[in-house]
């Protein structure tokens, strides 16, 4: 069920909050200074030396690293909670259907209508049902922070690119002049 997220790493109460995290941590990686020196990713000025270009790449690797270890916890998170949204949603069923088994046996001398019935079921299963819905609600929150970290990986995977592809040139520019 909902609770089986507990079992891993982060504790239930703190998946919402701790995914949104590395979410930020994420966008601020790819997209801000992110705690370096050096400050944020910025292109380099054409003419540029080899050396700086190397330098540029090494701190977008560092940065690359760590998005995608982000992006590899916030998968398996939004997985454990596409699991939990499947169990709870399971379990919000069946007590439903026990709800409804239940009602029609013990108001045998009483005559109730279907939607009485269906009332009186869809109170009895109250928790599960709340309980789906948060799952629900949980799913919704790990797929958007996974699509923010996914977001940061392919900019830094570009940037990477383009950087490795000026280094490259620059090279062959080189081994022209000899």
Same mark, same amino acid.
């Given at each position: 069920?909902i609770h089986e997220l507990s079992q891993y790493d982060v504790p239930f109460d703190k998946v919402?909050?701790?995914?949104?995290?590395?979410?930020?941590?994420?966008?601020?990686?790819?997209?801000?200074?992110?705690?370096?020196?050096?400050?944020?990713?910025?292109?380099?000025?054409?003419?540029?030396?080899?050396?700086?270009?190397? *330098?540029?790449?090494?701190?977008?690797?560092?940065? @690359? =690293?760590?998005? $995608?270890?982000? #992006?590899?916890?916030? &998968?398996?998170?939004?997985?454990?909670?596409?699991?939990?949204?499947?169990?709870?949603?399971?379990?919000?069923?069946?007590?439903?259907?026990?709800?409804?088994?239940?009602?029609?046996?013990?108001?045998?001398?009483?005559? *109730?209508?279907?939607?009485?019935?269906?009332?009186? @079921? =869809?109170?009895? $299963?109250?928790? #599960?049902?709340?309980? &789906?819905?948060?799952?629900?609600?949980?799913?919704?929150?790990?797929?958007?922070?996974?699509?923010?970290?996914?977001?940061?990986?392919?900019?830094?995977?570009?940037?990477?690119?383009?950087?490795?592809?000026?280094?490259?040139?620059?090279?062959?520019?080189?081994?022209?002049?000899?």
């Amino acid at each position: 069920m909902i609770h089986e997220l507990s079992q891993y790493d982060v504790p239930f109460d703190k998946v919402e909050t701790t995914v949104m995290e590395w979410a930020n941590e994420a966008i601020d990686l790819a997209h801000h200074e992110a705690g370096d020196p050096d400050g944020r990713l910025e292109p380099l000025p054409p003419g540029s030396s080899v050396y700086e270009m190397q *330098t540029l790449l090494y701190r977008i690797q560092v940065r @690359a =690293s760590r998005v $995608s270890e982000l #992006q590899m916890k916030s &998968a398996q998170l939004k997985a454990r909670a596409v699991k939990a949204k499947k169990g709870a949603a399971f379990a919000a069923t069946r007590a439903f259907d026990e709800a409804m088994r239940n009602n029609q046996n013990r108001r045998v001398d009483v005559w *109730t209508s279907k939607d009485e019935r269906v009332s009186d @079921a =869809s109170l009895d $299963s109250f928790e #599960q049902k709340r309980l &789906a819905f948060q799952a629900e609600k949980l799913v919704d929150t790990t797929e958007l922070a996974h699509s923010l970290v996914n977001n940061a990986h392919w900019f830094l995977e570009g940037l990477r690119r383009d950087v490795r592809a000026s280094i490259q040139a620059l090279q062959f520019e080189a081994s022209l002049g000899n």
